[in-house]
């Protein structure tokens, strides 16, 4: 029996032991190898050729859609960074100068601007601030004439179609100008457009609602290489 366990059992024993070591020191080798994980940095991309900000209102009874853009606005966090997007979106102030709306009608353009515009804020900035991201959903907080008015928007993120790891912010959704907004505004523009308004039945109508769609880049500076 004793010439088993020197012969047999002892040198399995030892084989064990030093294969174990072995093990945790490769363990050890491959986890101090590891590099730690980088820390996520997010910023946006504000500039006019990644940023899309578009609105369509509609008239006559057909529900024709005009629509136009603007080419002016600006945020709280530009040049910042930040760990994740929630984080950059949520809290984030924005202004939007309505004087640079653009429909591609001079004649349209300055009655937008006389006669709703001119009502809608005090100074022609519509401004106001993001709420945190909720799965699909995002609310707005306007500051109308001196009220605070909640939108609840859609919201998504998606990879842009260039092969960089940067994303697109998507708000879209709808604005009621009469029972969310300022109706003095949405009064003024449909008596100033009243006969242009009017579609084949001779019915003038203003929509109240208005269609908002906004695109911005956000830039991925962690990992900015290529995705498939």
């Known amino acids: 029996m004793k010439n088993i366990y020197h012969h047999f059992l002892l040198p399995l024993s030892l084989s064990f032991i030093i294969f174990s070591c072995n093990n945790k020191e490769n363990s050890e080798t491959i986890q101090k190898t590891l590099p730690l994980p980088e820390e996520l940095s997010y910023k946006l991309d504000m500039t006019a050729e990644n940023t899309a900000v578009n609105w369509i209102g509609y008239k006559t009874n057909e529900k024709i859609a005009v629509s136009g853009s603007f080419r002016e606005f600006s945020t709280d966090r530009e040049n910042k960074s930040f760990n994740s997007i929630d ?12 004087l640079s709306s653009s429909s591609g009608d ?3 353009d300055l009655n937008l601007r006389d006669y709703f515009f001119k009502y809608l804020t005090d100074n022609f900035k519509i401004e106001g601030t993001l709420g945190r991201p909720i799965n699909d959903s995002i609310d ?3 500051n109308i004439i001196g009220e605070d008015k909640t939108v609840r928007f859609a919201y998504s993120t998606y990879l842009t179609t260039s092969k960089y790891s940067n994303k697109i912010i998507h708000i879209k959704g709808k604005l009621d100008l009469v ?12 008596k100033q457009c009243f006969d242009l308004h009017k579609g084949s039945d001779g019915i003038s109508k203003t929509w109240e609602e208005v269609d908002i769609d906004i695109k911005v880049l956000i830039i991925n500076e962690t990992n900015p290489k290529f995705h498939q």
């Open 179 to 190: 029972n969310q907004f300022n109706g003095e505004a949405f009064n003024s523009i449909h």
């Open 87 to 98: 984080d950059l979106v949520d809290g984030l102030n924005f202004s939007i100068s309505s």
């Open 140 to 142: 707005v907080f306007f």
């Open 106 to 108: 001079p004649i349209r």
